[in-house]
Structure formats: C-alpha cells, structure tokens
C-alpha cells in the first residue's frame, strides 16, 4: 500500500472533523503518520521514499498520509504549519496525536511507530 493523498474533506471524513468536534477524536482503526509537504521541498522529497517504504512495512498496521500544503491550506492552516516538511503521528486511543516538524531518518520513524504507534 502507497502513501495516501488526503484532502481537507477526506481528513474530515477518515480522520477527524475538526468542524464539528472540538476534541480531538481519531476515526480510524489503525495508528497513522500524516506528513505535511510541498513538491519544491528538499527535504520533504529526502522524506518521500522512506515513508513510501515504511507504508509497504507496516501495511494494515499503520496508514500513512501527505497533505500538500500548497493545495490544502486550509489544514496547513488548522495545524499550525510553519515548516515543511512537519509529520502529524496519531496514536490509537484517547492519546492526543504528536507533531514533529522537520525530515527524520528511517530509524527515527521505526522508533516512533514501535513506541508511540503500535506499542
């Protein structure tokens, strides 16, 4: 399974209406990791691939998504971006989900997932 592109409205359906809740309730049944990105990002390209690989790893584990801040701004906005590439990881539960702004390594991504995620 490959990375997901998620819209505003996809984000309201699967993942949470910020529209209509206030608090954070997550909608899905597996953890996920949404990367906020923009095509003419070094970085964010240096992240791409590492997310591609870790989508195939953890399939049916963990959904990984990307939310490209120059067509989607009304979320960049709901999310405070300021930097690119930044990673939303949404843990399962009532756990409130963990931004991380900036390009992580593979192993930073695995400790991250094994921990937070799905420990």
Not at 25 to 43: H, N, Q, R, T
């Amino acid at each position: 399974m490959a990375t997901i592109k998620l819209t505003a409205d996809k984000f309201k359906q699967d993942i949470f209406n910020y529209e209509i809740n206030e608090d954070w309730k997550y909608e899905d049944s597996v953890p996920a990791i949404i990367d906020f990105y923009a095509d003419w990002c070094g970085p964010c390209k240096a992240v791409a691939p590492i997310l591609e690989e870790l989508s195939e790893e953890y399939e049916g584990k963990l959904k990984i998504y990307k939310v490209d801040t120059e067509v989607e701004r009304e979320l960049a906005s709901v999310f405070g971006i300021r930097s690119i590439p930044s990673l939303l990881f949404i843990p399962m539960g009532d756990k409130q989900p963990m931004m991380q702004a900036g390009a992580l390594p593979k192993g930073a991504f695995k400790e991250i997932i094994s921990k937070e995620l799905l420990g």
